[in-house]
């Protein structure tokens, strides 16, 4: 199993800036994809951005040009500048891992952290 912590959410005025971390831990063979993801009130939970363990990264359109996902080895991290009030909501790590050569993919998810912009 893997476990995902996550940290650096907080309070933030727009405009501000804020990097998230979030690492993984457990009995693993490989992570192959982490990504963010972000949950606001009474709205789905949607993509923010991933990165696969080879370095191809993907962002949501609303977050492109704002948002950077960085990857090293087992933890994964979110630069976030130039946020919106729109930004505000709790933040989820999720990585897809296999335990063993020819097993199927495994995904977990962190416990989520909060981000709230607003002045």
């Known amino acids: 199993q893997v476990q995902l912590v996550e940290s650096g959410g907080g309070l933030v005025q727009p405009g501000g800036s804020l990097r998230l971390s979030c690492a993984a831990s457990g009995s693993f063979f490989s992570i192959n994809v982490m990504g963010w993801y972000r949950q606001a009130p009474g709205k789905q939970r949607e993509l923010v951005a991933r990165i696969a363990s080879g370095g191809i990264t993907n962002y949501a359109d609303s977050v492109k040009g704002r948002f950077t996902i960085s990857r090293a080895k087992n933890t994964v991290y979110l630069q976030m500048n130039s946020l919106k009030p729109e930004d505000t909501a709790i933040y989820y790590c999720?990585?897809?891992?296999?335990?063993?050569?020819?097993?199927?993919?495994?995904?977990?998810w962190g416990q989520g952290t909060q981000v709230t912009v607003s002045s």
């Open positions: 999720n990585a897809d891992w296999r335990k063993a050569i020819g097993l199927p993919t495994m995904s977990s």
